[in-house]
């Protein structure tokens, strides 16, 4: 692991730390006022406070916990799906796998955000329609990658000898594709947690959370631009933290690519 690498990762581990400790970390209810609105950074609140006199340190804190947890059910969502309707794709044939092929490709002809943006106007704005909306259009890229991978695997010869020892298809599916397949897809899904964390971050930016008061970093960062001249830190903070946070799993994904590439698809790892 390179000095990168290594920097990436102990960025994601400090946020990870700090978004489960934010409880004992925030000196103050991120929703409540502190005091006067706008205080610079200083003694008394460390990172100044926002237009309406919240600490903006407490909210950062909960915001990490906010935005990883939204991005990673959206990532979540997006896998699963993926995975299941690329490996039914690939196991199934014929028929079933030209409709989810047809699927996917009609669903990747919408914009992904304009897509997610569709879903949210329908389900209604807030934060669980903003993870649903994501993940389900993250779906559908996912499928097809993983459906190409599942592909790769099942040209191996192994496959076939199993399938002429009489082995059901779902056997097939859950012993060789899925397990050999595992480490590509493992890193097609760290750059898919990535997706999902501008995905989610550029929705509750736009006004899409539903609670004008939820300390996500998104949010934050659209509040902070009534105030950018006046308060650069509002709009500053938020902002840094979304774009040292994405360039940390991009990183982190380049090394789990590299480390996968090694890995033969052709081998076995039962019979």
Partial sequence: MRAREAAALIWLLALLSIAILAPLLA???PRQPIGPALTPPGPGARLGTDSLGRDVWSRMLYGARIS???????????????????????????????LVVFAANAALAVPGLLLA????????????????????????????VARTLFLQVRESGF???????????????????????????????????????????????????????????????????????????LSLLPGLAICLTILAIYTLTEWLARLSTPRSLTLPRSL
Avoid: K, Q
């Fill in 68 to 98: 990883l947890t939204a991005a990673m059910g959206a990532a979540l969502l997006a896998t699963s799906l993926g995975v299941a309707a690329g490996l039914l794709a690939v196991s199934a044939g014929g028929a079933l796998d030209a």
């Fill in 27 to 29: 000196p103050a209810d």
């Fill in 159 to 233: 496959v076939d000898a199993a399938s002429a020892l009489g082995a059901s298809l779902p056997w097939v599916a859950t012993r060789h594709l899925l397990p050999n397949a595992s480490p590509n897809l493992l890193a097609l899904a760290a750059t898919h947690y990535a997706w999902s964390f501008i995905g989610t971050t550029t929705l509750t930016f736009l006004g899409l959370a539903g609670d004008p008061s939820l300390p996500e970093w998104g949010a934050m960062l659209n509040a902070g631009r009534a105030d950018l001249l006046s308060a650069p830190w």
């Fill in 117 to 144: 943006l569709l879903l949210v106007a329908g389900l209604g704005p807030g934060l669980p329609a903003v993870i649903l909306a994501v993940g389900l259009s993250g779906a559908p890229g996912f499928a097809r």
